[in-house]
């Protein structure tokens, strides 16, 4: 059975005072064994009833102590037992004040256990006790000293600065107690916060990883229709809306027309679908003022000029009722994200709408649908090029037929993994400005540089499939002599450094130096003649792999990072966010690759 919160303090409080109770009983043992020393008391009763009494009080608080219910009644016998430690220490003071004229000092140590005890009001009660037993000692033990009163009023001085040090002190030990239990309560709410913050730190970088995964399935996709509606079921999905729309530009009819519509009812899905919205109509919602974001609107009911047909809703009985609260969703409320090109040109807008917890969606939710959004452009954009490039190659020769095939069968394979918010972040915006290249040199020495740059390595190289003579070129490097751009690598030779012995994951190759396997470039032919300094250490004969597919799984070329600024193979997280990477950028070779070749063949013909 679960204890109370009372129950809880009761035996806090019990545990407590039992404690003071048996250091106390070992007092009285030890003072009896004193009092046994000392001469025969006057009257001679009293030390043997004084002693007596004080070991009784305590055995008869034990006993309350270990059967009370009751806290109220703990702290009533604890006073209790403050009284008869003054009656007991009255009386010796008395009986043997003649013996021993500095007796009346232990009124003084009293006034300290009695102020620990009651803090203040203790202090102030035993000092007036202790100020009349004073009074009754030089009373009844008269002298011819003509000093008494000087020595009365001395001893009754010295107690009463005593009660009032010993109040200051625990008045201030009562403060710092306070000041510290503040400061608790403060580290608790900051520890509360920071426990917050990791877990919306950990709820981002999960969010940023199924963008990731998102993004790559998407890029793989070749139909337009079918990507429309793939991007707005995973927007609805993974960012928690029920309903929403994707809205594609055709600028020869001035409009935005409905492409993609899901969750609204059936109705209003049917309605949507054949709609098309000016493009002036649409500018008075991406007006500035709606602006929270780069590309993103947000146009809070109150704030509209413009009017909301209730046939056209998710649910058209909440239209028109007030917000209950700033954050609560209304439902004539617009939130747009605009879908750019690679050359700033809108090409669509992602509407999501009625959020599942019928809430303004948050920062970070808005921001994650925002960095989704810029790859669903590039992806949007990817489809649109590989279809005008299709239609372009039904009038070209038996070459542009094979670059036809090429398109039709084009495929990202790609498997997302795990990386850190931040890095992830970063590579995704810099992957999403290599789709704006057209040239197909300037797309690999820029995936070259982000790759050497953002997982920290000195050197590199990207092969490439030469489709019209079938060998591999060296069309990118970093970190290498000049001489190194331009030098081709037959099928074979690249082939045995991607080994089954070598092989970690269809997208990942990992050859060490000690499988005495030829390839890549050497660096510095001294070091590679040593041994390897220690396990996981990198040495220079040591080759990494990450192959560029097509969309028919054909290997058009490699990423080949090399010497880690830290002289260490790289761990798991990084590689497989290299290849995430990897996959991205191999959408974007095989778009420069179909460019150039496309331009090739129209040169030529």
Known sequence: MENTPVQSSLEASRAAEASILRVRLITVFIGTAIAF???????????????????????????????????????????????????????????????????????????AIAASRERYAGALISGAAGTIIIVIEHITNPSADTSLAVNMFFQIAVLWLNVLNVGLLVREIDERSQALLKRGEELSRAAAVEESMLA??????????KVVELSVTLMRERELGTLLDRILEATINAFGFRAGSILVADRDRAAYRYSAVRGYPPHVELMLRHREVAFAQIDLKLDKRFAIRPWVFYAPAEKQSWYTDPALVYDRDRLGEARSR???????DTLMFQLHSSSGDVIGLLVPDAPADNLVPSAGTIDNVALFAHLAAAA???????????????????TNREIQRLYREAEQAAEGRRMQAVRLSSILDLTASIF?????????????????????????????RDPMRNVFVRRAALGYP?????????????????????????????????????????????????????????????????PFFDSQGTLIGVLSPDEPRDHLVPDDSTVRTIEVFAQLASVAVEGARLREAAGDAAVSG
């Open 200 to 209: 919306e730190t950990k709820a981002q970088a999960s969010t940023l990883r």
């Open 436 to 464: 704006k290249e057209r040239d197909l040199d300037r797309v690999l020495k820029r995936i070259l540089e982000v790759a050497l740059s953002q997982f920290n390595f000195a050197a590199g190289t990207i092969v490439v």
């Open 380 to 398: 949007i954009e990817n489809v649109h090029l590989f279809t005008t490039e299709q239609r372009r190659a039904e009038e070209l020769t038996e």
């Open 326 to 332: 700033p954050e609560e969703w209304n439902e004539a």
């Open 482 to 546: 000049d001489t190194v751009v331009g030098q081709e690598i037959s099928d074979a030779e690249l082939l045995s450094s991607m080994s089954p012995n070598a092989r970690v994951r269809d997208t990942y190759y990992y050859t060490p130096m000690e499988l005495h396997v030829a390839g890549g470039v050497v660096r510095n032919p001294q070091l590679s003649r040593l041994p390897r300094g220690g396990p996981g250490e990198w040495h220079e004969d040591d080759l990494l792999i990450f």
């Open 37 to 111: 020393s000392l001469p025969v008391s006057s009257p001679e009763w009293v030390k043997p009833a004084a002693i007596a009494f004080w070991l009784v009080g305590t055995l008869v608080a034990y006993y309350i102590n270990g059967r009370t219910k009751s806290e109220t009644v703990i702290r009533w016998t604890a006073r209790a037992l403050l009284v008869v430690d003054f009656i007991a220490l009255s009386a010796f003071v008395l009986a043997y004040e003649k013996l021993f004229p500095a007796t009346w000092v232990g009124l003084v140590v009293f006034t």
